[in-house]
Each structure stands twice: as C-alpha cells, then as structure tokens.
C-alpha cells in the first residue's frame, strides 16, 4: 500500500539505526507512534511510489506532479535516498503544534531534506545533504544523464 505524504513532515536519515532512537523522541513530544513511518529499503521504495509504478492512475498523479509542482522532484530524492541504504522519516503531524518541535527533532538528529507536504503546499525546510544520487526517471523513455 502506497504511502501518502499529505499532511506529513518527512526527512532522509542517513543510518537507519538512528530512526528508532528519532522515533522514540518524536513520541515524547506526543505524535502516537502509529503516525511516525520509517520507509527503508526496496519495500520503503513501493510504499512510496515515486514513479507511480503500482497504478495507472499513480502514474498519472505522478507525470502531473512532476510537470506542475516544484516540490514533486522530493518524490525521486526520497526514492534515491532509500536506494542508497538510508531511511525515510514520515511523521503525520495531526496537531500543528507540534509541528515545528518535531523539526527540530529530526534537525538535531541530522536528519536533511527535510520538507513538510501540506494538502496544496510543500514547504521545504532543509537541503539535501551530501553526494548527488541517481533519480529514478518519472516520465517514460526519459533518460537520465547520469547514468
């Protein structure tokens, strides 16, 4: 089952054996672990479906994405970032108070790339940090330069 990012705050986590200890601090700050999500692996890729491969209609919700939203390149980083052997943090943040304090968790526990998806906004908190990685290709027959 895909995961969908709306209303959650998500980060890349380098190792994924910080993810516990990140999880454990986000519930002290009162998000029902439930709601946190660790992505990792080739099973955190399907979960996130950034290519829209589980569907038709993904994938068309995803080519529509990648020609009008700016953010939707975040999508292919994430999907990068868990080829790569990192973790992919996706907290549901139900209250907006807690909003910020759980930024500053995943901030300090160096977590990048860090972004908030809101219903109709992205808001972009962080940069990724460290090597360029391969992006899987979005729109058919669309060759990436880099490989």
């Not at 979960?47 to 209609?57: F, K, M, P």
């Not at 052997?85 to 790339?113: F, N, Q, S, T, Y």
């Amino acid at each position: 089952m895909t995961l969908s990012l709306i209303n959650r705050l998500v980060g890349v986590v380098d190792d994924p054996a910080d993810t516990g200890r990140i999880g454990a601090r986000l519930q002290a700050l009162g998000i029902d672990e439930d709601d946190i999500d660790v992505l990792l692996g080739s099973v955190g890729t399907v979960r996130l479906d950034s290519t829209g491969g589980t569907s038709w209609w993904r994938r068309v919700v995803r080519v529509t994405q990648f020609m009008t939203v700016d953010q939707s390149t975040e999508y292919q980083m994430l999907d990068a970032a868990l080829r790569d052997g990192r973790a992919v943090m996706a907290v549901l943040i139900r209250d907006r108070p807690l909003k910020e304090p759980a930024v500053e968790v995943l901030r300090a526990e160096g977590a990048h790339l860090i972004s908030f998806f809101g219903r109709i906004l992205t808001e972009e908190i962080t940069r990724w940090r460290g090597p360029e990685l391969v992006r899987p290709a979005v729109l058919p027959g669309r060759v990436d330069p880099s490989a």
